[in-house]
């Protein structure tokens, strides 16, 4: 039986850190600017508030301005607009972030779009969206879960994936459609499917990279894939695990990650894949926003 490489998105984000944290540091002694991050998290959603706490503690770590603001779930639509209207106009912050979900009577659309595009690190500005829908990946802020997991795609194929067939598990605007124009991007044949789509199995089983975001609890099984695929599991799902006899609330991917380690060429672990690198990738924004801000390259 063959066992697929656990791609260690842990270990690479940590690289990315240290090259992060360096370039940080360059940044405040030439120019006298510290990349800022300000998160913005609305209500008291328990997952949010795990992934803002990360966000957080990971640009401290990187020499960042960090900043959150809290706020209550009930908050009016006009005073949240109002405070991104001020972090758009504050000098210190260079990359601004929303954390979604939104309470139900806040409209998502209009408040994504009420960033700056210059410092929607999120990459979710109908700008941003345009830029790298129109192959503009350079000069666009791409959302980081996606470029995360381009990341560790190039790492197991290289960066150009011409004759390679890529499925995308999901049609969200977070990951499934940018996924899906980074990987066109690289020249890969791209495959978008979702919750209607007629036989998956048999359209994922043709794939020689698969990426799962769909939130379906280890719904991509090994007779769904290629011998020797790459697949990226974006999945985070909380779900009940017996360990030794004991029950207890964990996290599971998508993917069903014993079963399709028995037939792929390489899978990402959950946790310890997907989630470091899409952190790691919001720093690398930020650090662009402030380099382009001082005038420097991105
Ligand atoms: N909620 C889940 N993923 C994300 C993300 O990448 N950005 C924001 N703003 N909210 C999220």
């Known amino acids: 039986m063959t066992v697929a490489k656990r791609i260690d998105g842990k270990a690479k984000a940590a690289e990315l850190a240290e090259s992060i944290t360096k370039q940080s540091a360059a940044l405040l002694a030439e120019h006298g600017i510290k990349p800022g991050l300000a998160v913005v998290i609305i209500g008291e959603d328990p997952a949010s508030q795990v992934y803002v706490r990360n966000k957080k503690r990971t640009a401290e770590a ?111 605007n977070i990951v499934g459609k940018p996924m899906a124009s980074l990987l066109l991007q690289a020249n890969a044949t791209v495959t978008i499917t979702h919750s209607r789509t007629k036989d998956l199995p048999q359209v994922v089983a043709a794939a020689d990279i698969i990426v799962a975001a769909v939130g379906r609890p280890d719904m991509v099984k090994a007779d769904w894939v290629k011998p020797g695929a790459v697949v990226i599991d974006v999945g985070i799902n909380r779900v009940e695990k017996t360990v030794d006899g004991e029950t207890k609330m964990g996290l599971t991917g998508d993917v069903d990650y014993d079963d399709v380690c028995t037939v792929a060429g390489a899978v990402t672990p959950v946790p310890g894949g997907v989630g470091p690198m899409t952190i790691i990738l919001l720093m690398a924004n930020t650090l662009r926003s402030a380099r382009l801000n001082c005038g420097l390259k991105g």
């Open 62 to 172: 990187c020499g960042f301005h960090s900043v959150q603001h809290t706020i209550a779930a009930d908050t009016s639509q006009s005073d949240v607009l109002q405070l991104i209207n001020d972090l758009n106009n504050d000098d210190a912050i260079h990359g601004i972030l929303v954390q979604l979900p939104l309470p139900a009577h806040l409209d998502e659309q209009v408040i994504t779009q009420a960033i700056k595009p210059s410092k929607d690190v999120d990459g979710f500005h109908f700008i941003n969206i345009g830029k790298l829908t129109a192959g503009l990946t350079a000069d666009a802020f791409v959302p980081c879960t996606p470029a995360g997991c381009m990341l560790m795609i190039e790492d197991e194929m290289g960066s150009d994936l011409s004759g390679k067939n890529a499925v995308v598990i999901g049609r969200s």
